[in-house]
C-alpha cells in the first residue's frame, strides 16, 4: 500500500444529537399504518462481527443501491477511528471508482491485477483517497476480462490476498457489480458478511433476493461457510405501505441479520456528480445518520466511538 497523501480529508464523527431511527427487535408489520414508526431491526440472534473484517456488498440486481451503501459506510466506519479499504469489484465505468478518487497513478495496477498477476499483492492496488483512514483499490472495463477470461481459481483469489494481507486495515468492503458471475462469488468466497441492498420502493429488488440467496448458500456450502448475512439495507426509504410490506420480507428471509432502512436522499445524485460521498456533499442527510447507525451495529466494539 503506498504512503497516505500529504492532504488528506479527516472524516469527523457526526454529532449525535440529530434524531435516529428507533432500535427495534422485529420488523413491526401490526401497529395501525398511522402510528407505525420505523426501526432498525437488530434481531436477538444478530452478533456484531471482530475486526479484521470483510464485508462483501452485493444484489445481483442492478441499481439496488450497491455503490452508494459501500462507500456511505465506508466513511460511517472511518468517522468511527477504522481503517477501511473499499474495493471496486464491479468493471461498469461509472462506478465507485468515478465517485471517489484515488492516488492511482497513471498506468498503476488495479483489481484485475490480481487475477492475471501471481507477483501483484492487495497492498500494491491500495491506494490513498482524499479521507484519511479511507483506501481504495480501484478497477477499470479491463475487470471484465475475469468474467470473460476465467482465470485459475478465479473464485478464491480475493480471499487468498486479503487473509494474508498485514496492512494494518480493519475492514474491507467489496462494491459487487449487478451480476452473480465470478467476481461477485470471488466477493462472497472472501467476505465473513454480505450486506444486501434493495429499494425500498422496488417490489422486484425483493423477487431477485431468491437467487443470490441460492449462490450465498452455496458459497456457504463448501468454500466458506463462516459467511453470513449481516445486513439488510432497505435503501431510498421512505414511510410507505410497500417500504413496510418490504420490510417484512426480508425480515422473514434474513431472520438473524440487521434490517436497515438509509431514507431517501435528494442529493445523492449530485454527490455523485461531484464526486463526493454524501457525507460531505450533505452532511445533515438523514441517510447519512442511518449508515452511521449500521456502522454502529456491524462491528464489535465500536458502536460508541468516536473518530481517535
Ligand atoms: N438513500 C438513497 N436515497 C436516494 N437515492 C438513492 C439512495 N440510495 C441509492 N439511491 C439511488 O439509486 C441509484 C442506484 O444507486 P447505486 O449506484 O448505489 O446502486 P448500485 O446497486 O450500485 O447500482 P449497480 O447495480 O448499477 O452497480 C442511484 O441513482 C442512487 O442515487
Ligand atoms: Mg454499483
Not at 151 to 169: C, E, F, M, S, W
Request: glycine share 6%.
Amino acid at each position: 500500500m503506498r504512503e497516505t497523501q500529504s492532504q488528506t480529508v479527516q472524516v469527523q464523527a457526526l454529532p449525535d444529537d440529530l434524531a435516529f431511527l428507533d432500535i427495534v427487535t422485529e420488523w413491526d408489520t401490526t401497529t395501525p399504518y398511522h402510528q407505525w414508526r420505523v426501526g432498525t431491526v437488530v434481531p436477538e440472534t444478530f452478533l456484531p462481527g471482530p475486526v479484521p473484517r470483510v464485508i462483501a456488498v452485493a444484489n445481483q440486481k442492478g441499481g439496488t443501491g450497491k455503490t452508494s451503501t459501500a462507500l456511505e459506510l465506508a466513511l460511517a466506519l472511518v468517522a468511527r477511528g477504522l481503517r477501511v479499504r473499499l474495493i471496486d469489484a464491479d468493471p461498469q465505468a461509472a462506478g465507485l471508482t468515478h465517485w471517489l478518487p484515488c492516488a492511482r497513478p497513471e498506468g498503476g495496477p488495479t483489481l484485475v491485477d490480481l487475477y492475471f498477476d501471481l507477483k501483484r499483492t492487495i497492498q500494491d492496488v491500495t491506494y490513498p483517497t482524499p479521507y484519511a483512514g479511507l483506501y481504495l483499490v480501484p478497477s477499470l472495463p479491463d475487470l471484465d476480462d475475469v468474467q470473460a477470461r476465467n482465470p485459475v481459481d478465479a473464485q478464491n483469489t480475493l480471499r487468498h490476498h486479503l487473509r494474508k494481507a498485514d496492512d494494518g486495515i480493519d475492514v474491507t468492503i467489496i462494491d459487487s457489480g449487478p451480476s452473480l458471475g465470478t467476481l461477485t462469488v470471488s466477493a462472497l468466497v472472501a467476505a465473513h458478511d454480505v450486506v444486501i441492498p434493495v429499494q425500498a420502493s422496488s417490489g422486484l429488488d425483493v423477487v431477485g433476493m431468491s437467487a443470490l440467496n441460492d449462490t450465498i448458500e452455496v458459497v456457504q456450502a463448501r468454500p466458506n461457510p463462516e459467511l453470513r448475512v449481516a445486513a439488510v439495507v432497505l435503501t431510498d426509504f421512505e414511510k410507505s405501505t410497500l417500504a413496510r410490506e418490504i420490510g417484512d420480507a426480508v425480515a422473514q428471509a434474513f431472520p438473524d441479520a440487521l434490517i436497515v432502512p438509509a431514507r431517501t436522499s435528494v442529493k445523492l445524485g449530485s454527490a455523485q456528480l461531484q464526486q463526493m460521498p454524501l457525507r460531505f456533499f450533505d452532511p445533515k442527510a438523514t441517510t447519512v445518520m442511518d449508515y452511521d447507525r449500521a456502522a454502529g451495529l456491524l462491528l464489535v466494539g465500536r458502536g460508541q466511538g468516536a473518530a481517535a
